[in-house]
């Protein structure tokens, strides 16, 4: 039997500190890859993406894996790789998504002004330049579409989450499952319900009520889930307190679980929101896009933003685009500020000073 | 031997069923709003499955789902989504390849490796673009990827074009496959993303300093503690994700040239490809009644693939969360 003492490997030693020497290495063998990197971009003429690909990327690799192998031995290199890939795929998309923030912002912000969010759309042809016609009739018409579709969905959905949290019934496994699946149904096929059940029926022509009926099933799995979630971090002491108080299950849970779980439930309101404000094809296929203001979600044309963008999109022109830009700016602000709200109104609120987290 | 006292008072019965009028109201409510979640579904399979009866008894299931072809104007007509769904599942499966290594890598970076501040800004940014309407993707692919991406694909066929995958007869880069799954893996990723980073933040961090403890290094706890542990949960994420790229519409119909006749079997340069909602959108505007009923039968076989997938999901994850089903 072999009693040998294993030798320590190199890595093992997190007491020591790193020296000089090491971090000049690290430094070094962080930049040099980018500057060749760069020169072939710009003075070898290479392409951009080919040069970060198949110059930047190896030489990485080999220059982090070399400073990884002195420092720490042959463990260090899959680490460096580690570190190497995990920056590049993180960085190449956060470019990407950050791009597409940009460029909403970017050409949004050319298409806005103040006559764009209040003016309708009456006399504007697709070439139409931007002083005149805006959003204004699409806002109305997304508010009330996703408002009704609020106004029916939030009941339906916070007593789901009653029920999965509150209930010991039999099937909450069931449909927890099943809200699972709600949620994945593709938006075009809950378009086409709506569609089949109401239109094609004959129940009614193409109107703004429909959409929000075709926004239902999208936007009642997210507040369910999470109106469910925010009740269960509610303690049971409190529940208990008060039914051992002599509290009925409803006053119970109307005085004293429901006022705990408010802010949760808030958010749950929120993030449905904004999962259906930027829906477009279920309202294309079940709301006729009109140019005037409308109030009437009855009947009629309504127009709304997202349908707004696509239909500007298909247009094709410069302006009609440009149109199309400035309408997904004021979206996007939409979906930042539901979102933002939802966030504060969430924000962990704490009276003691937070129990500092062990750093990793 | 203790002798039952025969003036005990009657052995009571604990109730836990609601008694009074207002509970049986209250747990009659919440009940009821459950079941409409299992009557909307089936609602919807009943509804989508009538209108679109009579497309599968005239085409036959098989070679509705299997064919090729839509052709509504000749009599009769022929309605096969074989290249549609076909052409579904290679941009579903195009974007996840991309996004998978790419949210991975960006969920580790923003639990593990960035400072505090930065990773608390990343976490917003992330599930703030979780919530960008595919709208705005569809306009952003369209208008400023799309060239960068035909681009990209040139180079690539110009490289690698003695490879079938890469190959390409149009000498037209746009519009194809290769950048779908891109623009599909933009849409996904901050989906992937953000489940990836909770399910990365709810590991123990004991089972972390443990290995840490034990000699190992950030490659072989990731490698054997990190993924081992959230593995199922980052699998559940990924097809919530791929069920999300199925089912996405607006943005695809932007990017990608539908071809009705042919399946495109891998050239994902080819200008030609094809996805299941995306034909519904294409072809509902002017939809004769027979045209409707084949879109909706065509909606019904997406509704189930990605009812399929997203139930394999749920399972997976509440599998992989057990913090979840207390």
Known sequence: MNLEPVARPKSAEPWKKTTANARNLQIIASLVPSGVAAAAWLLGGMDLIVSILFVLLPLQLLAIGLVGLILKGKR????????????????????????????????????????????????????????????????????????????????????????????????????????????????????????????????????????????????????????????????????????????????????????????????????????????????????????????????????????????????????????????????????????????????????TPKKKKVKR | MAQTPTDAPERRTLRVKPTTIEDKLFFGISTAAAYSSVVLLILILVFLGIRALPTFEEQGIIEFVFGSGWVAIEEPPTFSIGPMLWGSVLVAFIGVGLAVPMAISLAYFIEFMAPKRLARAATLLVDLLAAIPSVI???????????????WGQMLH???????????????????????????????????????????????????????????????????VILPVSASGIVGGVLLGLGR?????????????????????????????????????AKFGEASETEISALLAAGVVLFILTLFINTIASFIVAKAQPWNNR
């Open chain 2, 158 to 224: 110009n490289a690698l074009g003695f490879i079938p995958i890469f190959d390409n007869t149009a000498e037209n880069f746009l519009r194809t496959p290769f950048i779908a799954g891109f623009v599909v893996a933009v849409m996904i990723v901050p989906i992937i993303a953000s489940v990836t980073r909770e399910i990365f933040s709810r590991i123990d961090d004991d089972l972390i300093k443990a290995s840490v403890a034990l000699g190992a290094n950030r490659e072989s706890t990731f490698r054997k």
């Open chain 1, 76 to 351: 260090g290199v899959p680490d460096a790789a580690l570190v190497v890939m995990t920056f590049f795929f993180g960085t190449f998309v956060m470019v990407l998504l950050l791009s597409v923030l940009w460029s909403v912002v970017e050409a949004g912000f050319s298409a806005l002004s103040p006559q764009f969010i209040f003016q309708n759309n009456v006399y504007v042809t697709p070439t139409t330049g931007l002083e005149i016609g805006g959003v204004g009739h699409a806002i109305i018409g997304t508010l009330l579409v996703v408002g009704l579709t609020t106004l029916i969905t939030v009941p339906l959905g916070v007593a789901t989450g009653v029920y999965l949290t509150e209930t010991r019934g039999k099937s909450r496994g069931l449909i927890r499952v099943l809200l699972q699946a709600i949620a994945g149904l593709p938006s075009v096929v809950a378009g086409l319900f709506v569609y089949s059940m109401l239109i094609v029926t004959g129940v009614s022509a193409f109107a703004g009520w429909l959409g929000s009926m075709a926004l239902v099933p999208l936007m009642l799995p997210t507040v369910a889930r999470v109106t469910e979630e925010s009740l269960r971090l509610v303690p049971q002491e409190l529940r208990n307190g008060a039914l051992g108080l002599g509290a009925p299950s409803w006053r119970a849970f109307l005085m004293v679980t429901l006022p705990a779980a408010k802010s949760g439930v808030v958010t749950a309101i929120l993030l449905g929101v904004a999962r259906v404000i930027g829906e477009t094809a279920p309202l294309i296929t079940t709301t006729f896009a009109a140019a005037n203001t409308s109030f009437n979600i009855l009947e009629g044309g309504l127009a709304t933003m997202p349908t707004y963008i696509y239909n500007y999109i298909s247009l094709g022109f410069d302006t009609s685009i440009s149109r199309a830009w400035g309408a997904a700016l004021v979206l996007l602000i939409l979906v930042g500020v539901l979102f933002g709200s939802a966030r504060y109104i969430s924000r962990p609120k704490s009276l």
């Open chain 2, 245 to 281: 790229a199925l089912g996405e519409t607006v943005a695809i119909f932007f990017v990608l040239n539908l071809i009705y006749d042919d399946v495109n079997w891998f050239n994902i340069l080819e200008p030609e490809g094809g996805a299941i909602a995306s034909l519904i959108l």
């Open chain 2, 137 to 151: 993707i569809g306009l952003w692919g369209l208008t400023v990827f799309s060239p960068v991406g035909a681009h």
